[in-house]
């Protein structure tokens, strides 16, 4: 009997195994935009508790949720890509005048390019190039390159439709839903209760933790960077602040791929104070942010090595695209907490139910 019952379970586990990869490959043409939804329920999921208080129907304060969600992202980001977007035609026609008189937008390059060598080489070992021949062959790729990325954004513009749609269906029912969902499959996990809410602390904290150190330091270090290149009369402020928010998030270097370049240009093209205030502000306001920010948010126990948090935002970005900056750095955090956990009861060092800490793990948890 005992065999057969095993024998049964295996039948069933591998019947299940089955199951689930065939409802990943009927998934798999959404994940983007579920994946997307998810990001965001986690950033918005404090707002969506306050509302919920408010409304008992929980279809009606996941309604409110979605719409205040939708309001807070879409109309921020509209403006910010208009100014971008305004900005980018003044750096177009800007280089365009520039261009124009010195003979065209390849022979302003070459001219631009030669002063560079001709200032590098005076010391270090720089061969000789046919710096005309390298700047045409790039000029003629990237043209290429902006026709088909053109074309695809065109016939792809239906496509951004249906996965917008996608994403506010599925985060209207991750407002809903979602807590009750995550209680369900706590509860189908193999643990007494105690571990599981502390499994459920650990995970929700890492993710929110993660997600909400990102966006802090990226809001932080872009407006500054923005405030920075405005005060001092640069080209296209808001769209080096958002340059900056963006890189932000690529660990060691971060902020630094932004304003070191440009400091070099100031420096290279005459702007010496320029070019000296901007490298201080970038090495004593700018740069010290993820240092003082990011302690602040993320705890002690869950920040991770950067080198493996770069290696993270790499393999999300090959996997997920552009939301890879915050899922890879996530799946990794949830990862660490569940390492942790498992050296815990390897090792015999669980909690206490009766502990302090364990007490405090365990609330924290049922508020979550």
């Avoid at 918005?44 to 719409?67: E, W």
């Avoid at 000296?276 to 010290?288: E, M, R």
Wanted: charged residues 10%.
């Amino acid at each position: 009997m005992m065999e057969r019952k095993n024998m049964a379970t295996l039948l069933i586990a591998g019947a299940t195994a089955v199951a689930v990869y065939v409802c990943y490959l009927l998934f798999r043409p959404y994940l983007t935009p579920i994946l997307f939804a998810s990001v965001i329920a986690i950033v918005f999921y404090p707002l969506h508790r306050s509302v919920q208080r408010k409304f008992r129907n929980t279809s009606i304060g996941a309604i409110i949720s979605t719409l205040v969600t939708l309001l807070l992202t879409v109309v921020p980001l509209t403006f910010l890509l208009l100014a971008m977007s305004n900005e980018l035609s003044g750096l177009y026609q800007t280089l365009a005048v520039r261009t124009a008189s010195a003979g065209g937008m390849s022979a302003y390059l070459v001219h631009a390019a030669e002063k560079v060598t001709s200032w590098a080489g005076q010391y270090f070992p720089i061969p000789q190039l046919d710096l005309r021949g390298v700047l045409l062959s790039q000029l003629q790729s990237t043209s290429a390159s902006l026709l088909r990325f053109g074309a695809s954004l065109v016939s792809n513009l239906f496509s951004f439709a249906v996965n917008g749609a996608i994403t506010l269906v599925v985060l209207f029912f991750l407002f809903r839903d979602g807590e009750s969902a995550v209680s369900r499959l706590m509860a189908t996990l193999p643990l007494d209760r105690q571990r599981a809410s502390e499994l459920r602390f650990r995970i929700s904290s890492s993710i929110m933790a993660n997600v909400y150190g990102s966006l802090a330091v990226g809001a932080l270090q872009g407006t500054l960077t923005g405030l920075s290149f405005w005060a001092l009369g640069l080209d296209s402020p808001a769209l080096w602040g958002v340059a900056t928010g963006v890189l932000s998030l690529v660990p060691i270097f971060g902020s630094a791929l932004v304003w070191v370049p440009a400091s070099i240009f100031l420096l290279l093209t005459g702007h010496y104070v320029k070019a000296a205030i901007l490298l201080g502000l970038g090495v004593a306001v700018i740069g010290t942010v993820d240092n003082v920010v990011r302690p602040l948010i993320i705890h002690k126990s869950l920040r991770l090595h950067p080198i493996l948090v770069l290696f993270s935002i790499l393999g999300g970005v090959q996997l997920c695209g552009i939301l890879g900056l915050f899922i890879g750095p996530v799946i990794l955090s949830v990862t660490a907490a569940l390492l942790g956990m498992l050296q815990q009861d390897l090792a015999g060092k669980g909690e206490d139910p009766h502990s302090d800490e364990s007490a405090t793990i365990h609330v924290a948890a049922r508020k979550k």
